[in-house]
């Protein structure tokens, strides 16, 4: 307990699954929590679920991928509390289905791109200046192990290996202050967003390709198995951990 106190984390995507779990965690460990997604039913549902449980939070519905959203959420975080010291990037999408880079459609790769890869780099141009007025914080982005290894439709593949490009970017940027910036790449995790898959739009050819290379009895992340990683990239006890990636699988890929 308390291995946040004192400190003010933004997590985006905060309606459900992982992002859900990271707030009521992160909540419980002391920290003010500003929860933000497109859907604000979702997010007065965790809001609720934290203050009943005695934390302090925020929510604000956000469209990250509107670089306005992006900058109101941000300034609500430090009107309501005063400063950004953590922020989470969780949120993102799926396409609908796996389609390789040789069928890959032009309305999913520009709907990907504009929430997972911009939306979060708008999130962390704005958060990373409020960070720097205070000289610390910690930004961890969830990417995923798509982003790692390929194994994904191109249009969500390229979306994560952004994200993971930028982590380590933001990291050489920031290296010898005390602003941090980590990623985390899961592998399947079972939340609503996985869960609303259809399998009959999958691509067989790349789900035969993808099953290549993980092993598909382990099992899959819950959300709150992410969540602690998050929250140790999130405290002070990874103070001298930067630009790294860590894929959480339970070794499915390896």
């Not at 708008?122 to 930004?139: F, Q, T, V």
């Amino acid at each position: 307990m308390g291995r946040l106190e004192g400190k003010v984390a933004i997590i985006t995507g905060g309606n459900s699954g992982v992002g859900a779990a990271a707030a009521m965690l992160f909540a419980k460990e002391g920290a003010k929590v500003v929860i933000s997604a497109r859907r604000q039913a979702q997010l007065e549902e965790v809001a609720n679920k934290i203050k009943e449980a005695g934390g302090e939070v925020l929510s604000v519905v956000t469209d990250i991928s509107k670089p306005q959203d992006a900058q109101n959420l941000v300034s609500k975080a430090v009107e309501a509390f005063g400063k950004v010291d953590i922020l989470v990037n969780n949120a993102g999408i799926l396409e609908s289905g796996l389609k390789p880079i040789d069928r890959v459609v032009d309305e999913d790769l520009d709907r990907i791109i504009d929430t997972n890869t911009k939306g979060t780099m708008y999130c962390m141009r704005e958060a990373s200046a409020e960070m720097a007025k205070n000289g610390e914080g910690s930004i961890v982005n969830v990417a995923s192990v798509a982003g790692v290894l390929g194994c994904g439709g191109a249009a969500y593949v390229a979306s994560k290996a952004a994200i993971v490009g930028i982590t380590r970017h933001t990291a050489l940027r920031f290296a010898g202050t005390k602003i941090r910036c980590n990623a985390v790449c899961p592998g399947t995790i079972v939340t609503p967003m996985v869960a609303g898959m259809n399998a009959a739009n999958m691509d067989a050819d790349m789900f035969g390709q993808m099953a290549k290379h993980a092993d598909l009895k382990v099992s899959p992340c819950m959300p709150e198995d992410v969540a602690n990683i998050l929250l140790f990239l999130a405290s002070d006890e990874s103070r001298a951990i930067t630009g790294q990636t860590i894929v959480s699988d339970f070794g499915s890929t390896l």
